[in-house]
């Protein structure tokens, strides 16, 4: 009876702790946001037709004052500066990117961090990050 309750609570207790996220990376991560707050754009924002990918950097959580950022010619192994950021989103409609193939760093272009999906605002968890690239094409 004591040896059946305990693995009851050991179950119970093992059910509680949250799969990790695919996307740690140590401690900073992307948190998908519960809802977009998109409110403009910021600075100097290209002109770009509905198909061309854009990367949004966000000053804000939940994708709240952005820059957008042509992101189709990026070229390969290469490192673009883009002020402070603390949510990102990709812009794909056509597709052009599989996912995870654009990425994200805090700074001095070292520990990278994909972002999994297009069309969906992520928070940045643990850091505020500056630089984008891309390096699985």
Known sequence: MFYSLIALA???????IPAPSEHLH?????QPAESSSFTKLIGET???DATTPQL?????ANCGS??????NNLG????F???????????DPSRFFAPGVIDIAPENCINWLAIPQQGICYNIVGATFHQFGSFNI
């Open 10 to 16: 050991l179950s119970l207790a093992v059910a509680a």
């Open 26 to 30: 140590g401690s900073v991560y992307l």
């Open 46 to 48: 290209p002109v770009a």
């Open 56 to 60: 949004l950097t966000c000053q804000t």
């Open 66 to 71: 952005c820059t957008s950022w042509l992101v």
């Open 76 to 79: 390969m192994s290469n490192c």
């Open 81 to 91: 500066w883009a002020g402070s950021f603390t949510s990102v989103q990709l812009v």
